[in-house]
Nanobody
Framework: VQLQASGGGLVQAGGSLRLSCAASGFPSGFSFSSYSMGWFRQAPGKEREFVAAIDWSGGYTYYADSVKGRFTISRENGKNTVYLQMNSLKPEDTAVYYC???????????????WGQGTQVTVSS
């Protein structure tokens, strides 16, 4: 499975960005709707941390406390894409953001099977 993240950029504090992650290359017999998806981030000098996750159908989501109420994860199975809508951005949200995929129903730690390349998000104060 290949994952391509996009949508990062430079934004002022309080602003918004929407990240996208397009998935492709599924094994025979599987489709995008067979995978739970997650977003993670890694700031300079820090460990990668969980941000949000969504189950196969999009019916269940889970967020890190630090982004709850500000970020929204969603998916369009018909477009093989998962999104991360980020509102009320803060300088501490600055990081490289990664998307990930897994065959399990919902994964809220770093044990995903597949990872995309990152997209940089920078929030200026």
């Amino acid at each position: 499975v290949q994952l391509q993240a996009s949508g990062g950029g430079l934004v002022q504090a309080g602003g918004s960005l929407r990240l996208s992650c397009a998935a492709s290359g599924f094994p025979s017999g599987f489709s995008f709707s067979s995978y739970s998806m997650g977003w993670f981030r890694q700031a300079p000098g820090k460990e990668r941390e969980f941000v949000a996750a969504i189950d196969w159908s999009g019916g269940y989501t889970y967020y890190a406390d630090s982004v709850k109420g500000r970020f929204t994860i969603s998916r369009e199975n018909g477009k093989n894409t998962v999104y991360l809508q980020m509102n009320s951005l803060k300088p501490e949200d600055t990081a490289v953001y990664y998307c990930a995929a897994d065959r399990r129903l919902l994964v809220v730690d770093g044990t995903y099977d597949y990872w995309g390349q990152g997209t940089q998000v920078t929030v200026s104060s």
